[in-house]
């Protein structure tokens, strides 16, 4: 890991019922914009919204290759800027904008099919003094 590294894009061709309706579950949110295309319609949006903590989620698989009992993630802060709509695509792309002996800050974005960004964040690395 360096400074200014790209990290492996994550790319999901197309957001599936199948990936709301589980995420759903797991999560035990049944609200009605994510499941009903007419009443996201009447809130504004063109269809089904996809739950923002999908996208949070999926977007830690750009840090889990380090994860281990001795590098732990500190902080995870995330604006969510458009919403991603049942049948876009999701690609996420980070960097590694500060890294030390201690710690590593990684900035991310997701955009869809259009390349509208969705979601931007930033995820802080820590070292576990314990493990020196």
Not at 2 to 29: A, C, F, M, W
Not at 37 to 48: D, K, N, T, V, Y
Not at 74 to 91: A, C, M, Q, V
Request: proline fraction near 5%; glycine fraction near 6%; hydrophobic fraction near 40%.
């Amino acid at each position: 890991m360096k400074l200014s590294d790209s990290l492996p894009t994550i790319y999901i061709p197309e957001i599936k019922d199948e990936h709301i309706k589980r995420y759903g579950q797991v999560s035990n949110d049944f609200n009605a914009l994510h499941f009903d295309h007419e009443a996201a319609q009447a809130a504004g949006f063109p269809g089904r919204i996809v739950h923002g903590m999908l996208t949070m989620g999926v977007s830690t698989k750009l840090i889990s290759p380090w994860l281990s009992s001795c590098l732990l993630v500190k902080n995870y802060e995330t604006t969510f800027r458009h919403p991603l709509i049942l049948g876009d695509s999701l690609r996420i792309e980070g960097e590694i904008v500060e890294i030390s002996e201690t710690h590593a800050l990684i900035t991310f974005q997701g955009m869809n099919q259009h390349d509208h960004i969705i979601v931007i964040g930033e995820i802080l690395l820590k070292e576990v003094p314990i493990c020196d």
